[in-house]
């Protein structure tokens, strides 16, 4: 394994050990009781037990830490320069009609920058994470953003309501997280999406920027809301134009 900081080390042994709840419940996923959130997004006791695990884990490990999750909100705490930001089951829709595409997703704030990241897809033993200066890694091998500079061999992602319909290749996946790790890795040459919780996107953020790819700009202080697009460097331009009403 390449060198990794002792918090990137604390994230991945709380994501190794919530992944076991959601496997044992993806397994049974008949046997959930589910309570609606909101007109496409439901709360399950997965997503409650697993962010349950994440938040003791990490705050065993930096107990001054803040906190930002999903399911509990804003949890202020001592240090408020360094905070988790935790999305429990990213793609819960996916998890509750037994497809397996979703991830458990922690980013690190520090100072106002995420300098930490990881996306883990418990289902299919999937490791992405990144660190400041650092490289983004997929299993604890490095990965780097597609290379391709023609916009017509490109496959892209996004999520939500599209108004005005792109000219490209797209897919719709529900999982806003395994999205940026697929664009960080190559797998998806440009993700785009309106309407994002930062929970969604923290540990992409990461991700993309250590994997040579491009983002616009975030307001990392505003948690809901969040307009983005990622790709790589080359295909950046071309992009944007065909998102220009986006």
Same mark, same amino acid.
């Given at each position: 394994?390449?060198?990794?900081?002792?918090?990137?080390?604390?994230?991945?042994?709380?994501?190794?050990?919530?992944?076991?709840?959601? @496997?044992?419940?993806?397994? *049974? @996923? *008949?046997?959930?009781?589910?309570?609606?959130?909101?007109?496409?997004?439901?709360?399950?006791?997965?997503?409650?037990?697993?962010?349950?695990?994440?938040?003791?884990?990490?705050?065993?490990?930096?107990?001054?830490?803040?906190?930002?999750?999903? *399911?509990?909100?804003?949890?202020?705490?001592?240090?408020?320069?360094?905070?988790? !930001?935790?999305?429990?089951?990213?793609?819960?829709?996916?998890?509750?009609?037994?497809?397996?595409? /979703?991830?458990?997703? !922690?980013?690190?704030?520090?100072?106002? *920058?995420?300098?930490?990241?990881?996306?883990?897809?418990?289902?299919?033993?999937?490791?992405?994470?990144?660190?400041?200066?650092?490289?983004?890694?997929?299993?604890?091998?490095?990965?780097?953003?597609?290379?391709?500079?023609?916009?017509?061999?490109? =496959? /892209?992602?996004?999520? #939500?309501?599209?108004?005005?319909?792109?000219?490209?290749?797209?897919?719709?996946?529900?999982?806003?997280?395994?999205?940026?790790?697929?664009?960080?890795?190559?797998?998806?040459? #440009?993700?785009?999406?309106? &309407? =994002?919780?930062?929970?969604?996107?923290?540990?992409? @953020?990461?991700?993309?920027?250590?994997?040579?790819?491009?983002?616009?700009?975030?307001?990392?202080?505003?948690?809901? &809301? !969040?307009?983005?697009?990622?790709?790589?460097?080359?295909?950046?331009?071309? =992009? =944007?134009?065909?998102?220009?009403? /986006?």
């Amino acid at each position: 394994m390449n060198s990794i900081s002792a918090n990137l080390n604390v994230m991945i042994k709380a994501a190794e050990k919530a992944s076991k709840v959601l @496997i044992r419940d993806f397994g *049974e @996923i *008949e046997k959930l009781q589910v309570s609606k959130k909101g007109p496409s997004d439901f709360v399950t006791n997965s997503d409650l037990k697993t962010e349950k695990i994440i938040i003791e884990e990490l705050k065993k490990a930096r107990p001054n830490y803040s906190i930002i999750s999903e *399911e509990n909100g804003i949890q202020n705490n001592k240090d408020d320069n360094n905070i988790w !930001i935790i999305d429990p089951i990213d793609g819960t829709i996916n998890f509750l009609h037994g497809i397996p595409h /979703f991830a458990i997703s !922690i980013g690190l704030k520090s100072n106002n *920058e995420i300098i930490s990241g990881l996306i883990f897809d418990p289902i299919k033993n999937e490791m992405f994470y990144a660190e400041k200066n650092n490289g983004a890694f997929f299993n604890n091998q490095r990965v780097r953003v597609s290379k391709k500079n023609m916009i017509d061999d490109c =496959l /892209f992602a996004t999520g #939500g309501k599209i108004q005005n319909e792109p000219d490209i290749l797209y897919r719709k996946s529900g999982c806003a997280a395994l999205d940026l790790a697929y664009v960080a890795s190559g797998r998806y040459d #440009g993700y785009f999406q309106n &309407n =994002l919780n930062l929970w969604d996107i923290a540990a992409g @953020i990461i991700l993309v920027k250590e994997a040579g790819g491009t983002l616009n700009e975030i307001d990392l202080s505003v948690n809901e &809301n !969040i307009k983005i697009i990622a790709s790589s460097h080359d295909i950046n331009s071309k =992009l =944007l134009k065909k998102l220009d009403n /986006f």
